[in-house]
């Protein structure tokens, strides 16, 4: 089974939440009023709660589906001379 279209969808799901939680979270912090652009805000802040509870399922899913990428990631970042003598290695034995 392909996993890219899961990951294209989770990735694309992630981004929307994020962005939901970053203006809702700014309406509630800025809008000290009970209507925040015609939402009531305790409807904005069960909405915003409910998309902080959602990104929370998805960031470990998309964590797992992407753990590949990760490792191979914190694997360069730990021990990037060793690359770059196996670099050197390779072009020098061409």
Sequence with gaps: MKLT???AILSSL????F???AF???LL??????MVLGFARYALRNTHSF?????????????????RL??????????PKDKEK???????GR
Excluded at 29 to 34: A, I, L, R, S
């Design 70 to 79: 990760y490792f191979k990631e914190l694997s360069a970042l730990a021990c």
């Design 86 to 92: 196996r670099r050197a290695g390779n072009e020098k």
């Design 51 to 67: 998309a902080a509870a959602f990104i929370c399922v998805l960031i470990p899913l998309h964590l797992f589906l992407n753990r």
């Design 19 to 21: 962005l939901y939680l």
């Design 29 to 34: 912090h800025f809008g000290k009023t009970g």
């Design 24 to 26: 809702s979270g700014a």
């Design 5 to 7: 279209p899961i990951k």
């Design 14 to 17: 992630l981004l929307l939440t």
